[in-house]
């Protein structure tokens, strides 16, 4: 069984159709990419699994149990946690209440806190010189590794990340892959959408290609990049 | 990608390092740390009390000596009632900043004016006159411990106000979250007129066979005459300074409410999580917070504030009726926009400076226009004069940040 399974899921924006029936999987332990231009439904995806959308149709199961009409704050509970399109960083709140906000559901006097926020301090050392730095006044790259960060605090089984790499500085970028790759070795299933499809495809197991809000293309991450098609659209290869 | 993006990317990252605090991260907030949050808003507003108090004091008397000419002994009678007239500044100030707390505290998450807030207030005032009209009935109310009372009041009216605002927002304002802004705003108009007329039918109905009435009075137990604190010396009269004991209890317990709700907002979990909810609900929603929750929250805190001040209030001037919520409800929320809307700190400065401003033009202005102009009288044209005047050059208050999403 998958960890997490969407089956024919339509997600509409009022009239606007977003979602036409998409259907994927993400089995334990992989890391899988979601990979298609702008508009094409990428964030759509990840805000109907954690329940900010809800489908109209169709299914969304997270370990076996279906999430699709679930609340957000309980499919987190669940154990499914996003780094957000934009990081959506709390800017008034520091650093560390940053960090505490993604622990919300646990204690935080507890020794496990400890060694979250140490892993994620190990993680990012940057953020540890910040912590009472308020989130909004952190540069892009730091407001990025605050998001995933936050987003680890929860001891999640499933990381959501929408463009982790979004405005981040070549040598930042290659950091944040490296440090997905680190995550994932770690045990943690990882559903990863990016523009930046060359090296989204070089950490990923598998990867699926959605346009207008329908998969196109599903494969092994190493086809995909072999893919005509994708190197084309998606590579800037010709 | 061009060599000027990592430069640019390490200027960025040092002008943040310059402005970052560098305290050692020790997970756990130490004592100072929290006492620094939670005292810190307290001492602002100390510090507005005792610069809206000296500013406008100094105002008075420069005014006094340059009309001294044309009345000599105007200085004298202006000194001699100052301290009162800040004593007076006080007791408004902490009930308009306890009142606008409820506004401020609903906008900030919901970005919303709950315009029935002034009627929770009222609900307080009412509870407080049954206890004390019960305990009158019961022939036991002048025996009973003062202090006693005023807790059993606030707690009442706590009670009462913060499950109505809970159930209010439950029936009248969440099924309207996603409508259009100004629905809901009109649903809150019409809840407030539905709660006066509810506290009315009411207040003239029960108890069946002798109601609490329409103006109701408050009936409390004896406070004792005046404290009085310290005597001036006007030339060769000797003035006291008189303090009456229920207006110590409203300052007192107000600034307790108000240590109370800083603690809560700014230094445990639940406070955090209102504020991450304020400032963004759908990721509060992602980190495993309750926003539903969180604004039942909101509005049991603020529903709650707003019937102590109301209970309290109804003890200090002794009577109530449906409608006493209205001015001082439209008057807090003045002070809220004064301070800056969504800003808790900002409501409680807000109040203050609104406080002081109409006791001193309910004192001052008939003395220096010879009584041709009645102060008391024209003490409401200020606090919304005000208004309209932060509305047209400050929009953000004194201490909101510019936004450009206001209602
Ligand atoms: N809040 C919204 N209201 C209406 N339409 C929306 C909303 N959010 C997204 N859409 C529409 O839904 C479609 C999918 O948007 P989505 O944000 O999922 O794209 P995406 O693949 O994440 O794109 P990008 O790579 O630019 O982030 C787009 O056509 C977009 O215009
Ligand atoms: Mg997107």
Do not use: W
């Not at chain 1, 499933?158 to 892959?177: C, N, T, Y």
């Not at chain 2, 109301?310 to 001037?317: R, T």
């Not at chain 2, 919304?384 to 932060?390: A, E």
Request: aromatic share 8%.
């Amino acid at each position: 069984m998958a960890l997490l399974e969407l089956h024919n899921v339509h997600t509409y924006y009022g009239k606007i159709h977003a979602l036409k029936g998409l259907s994927l999987r993400v089995e334990k332990g992989e890391i899988v990419t979601l990979i298609g231009s702008n508009g094409a439904g990428k964030s759509t995806t990840l805000r109907t699994i954690s329940g900010l959308l809800t489908p109209r149709q169709g299914e969304v199961r997270f370990g076996g149990k279906r999430i699709d009409h679930t609340p957000p704050h309980e499919i987190t509970q669940l154990g499914v946690a996003q780094s957000p399109e934009g990081r959506r960083i709390f800017p008034r709140l520091t650093v560390l209440e940053n960090l505490e906000m993604g622990a919300y559901l646990h204690n935080t006097r507890s020794p496990t806190y400890h060694e979250d926020l140490e892993r994620v301090f190990q993680l990012f050392p940057r953020l540890r010189e910040r912590t009472s730095q308020k989130g909004g006044t952190l540069s892009g790259g730091e407001q990025q590794m605050l998001a995933i960060g936050r987003a680890l605090m929860s001891r999640p089984q499933m990381l959501l990340l929408d463009e982790p790499s979004m405005g981040l500085a070549p040598v930042l970028v290659e950091q944040i892959f490296e440090i997905i790759k680190t995550i994932n070795s770690q045990g943690m299933t990882v559903l990863l959408v990016e523009q930046n499809a060359l090296q989204a495809l070089g950490i990923a197991n598998r990867g699926y290609v959605l346009q207008s809000g329908e998969i196109v293309l599903e494969d092994d991450a190493k086809a995909l990049r072999e893919n005509e098609m994708v190197q084309k659209a998606y590579l800037g290869l010709e | 990608m061009s060599p000027i993006v990592p430069m640019l990317y390490t200027v960025r990252v040092m002008a943040a390092e310059a402005k970052a605090t560098t305290s050692p991260h020790t997970g756990q907030r130490s004592v100072g740390e929290i006492a620094r949050t939670v005292l810190g808003p307290l001492l602002q507003l100390l510090l507005f009390i005792v610069g809206a108090a000296a500013s406008l004091g100094l105002l008075v008397i420069v005014l006094a000596l340059l009309l001294s000419a044309s009345t000599p002994d105007l200085l004298s009678r202006v000194v001699t009632i100052l301290p009162q007239v800040i004593i007076d500044g006080l007791v408004r100030g902490f009930l308009f900043a306890t009142i606008a707390l409820g506004y401020t505290m609903v906008y900030g998450v919901l970005e919303f004016i709950n315009f029935a807030h002034g009627e929770l207030f009222m609900v307080g005032g009412v509870v407080g006159a049954y206890v004390g009209f019960f305990l009158d009935r019961a022939g036991i109310i002048d025996g009973f411990n003062p202090f006693l009372f005023v807790v059993v009041v606030v707690a009442a009216g706590m009670t009462v106000s913060g499950l109505l605002a809970v159930t209010v927002e439950r029936i009248a304002y969440r099924p309207l979250r996603n409508a259009p802004r100004l629905v809901p705003l009109i649903s809150a108009i019409g809840v407030s007129l539905v709660l006066q007329d509810l506290a009315r039918l009411f207040m003239t109905n029960f108890p069946t066979s002798e109601p609490l009435g329409f103006n109701a009075r408050y009936n409390s137990p004896d406070y004792g005459p005046p404290l009085t604190l310290f005597e001036m010396n006007v030339g060769e009269r000797s003035v006291p300074v008189v303090l009456s004991p229920k207006a110590l209890i409203f300052i007192t317990v107000a600034t307790l409410m108000l240590i109370g709700l800083n603690y809560l907002v700014n230094a445990t979990r639940l406070g955090k999580a209102i504020r991450a909810t304020a400032q963004d609900m759908p990721t509060a929603s992602l980190m495993g917070i309750n926003v539903n929750q969180i604004i039942s929250l909101t509005f049991l805190i603020g529903g709650a504030l707003g019937g102590a001040a109301g209970a309290l209030f109804g003890l200090n001037v002794g009577a109530v009726n449906p409608y006493m919520g209205l001015i001082p409800g439209l008057k807090a929320f003045t002070a809220a926009v004064l301070g800056g809307i969504g800003n808790i700190t900002g409501a409680m400065v807000g109040g203050i400076v609104l406080g002081f401003m109409e006791a001193f033009v309910a004192s001052y202005l008939g003395l220096f226009t010879g009584g041709a102009i009645s102060g008391a009288a024209y003490a409401d044209i200020v606090a919304f004069s005000m208004l309209i005047l932060i509305l047209i050059f400050r929009p953000s208050g004194l201490l909101g940040e510019a936004t450009t999403t206001k209602v």
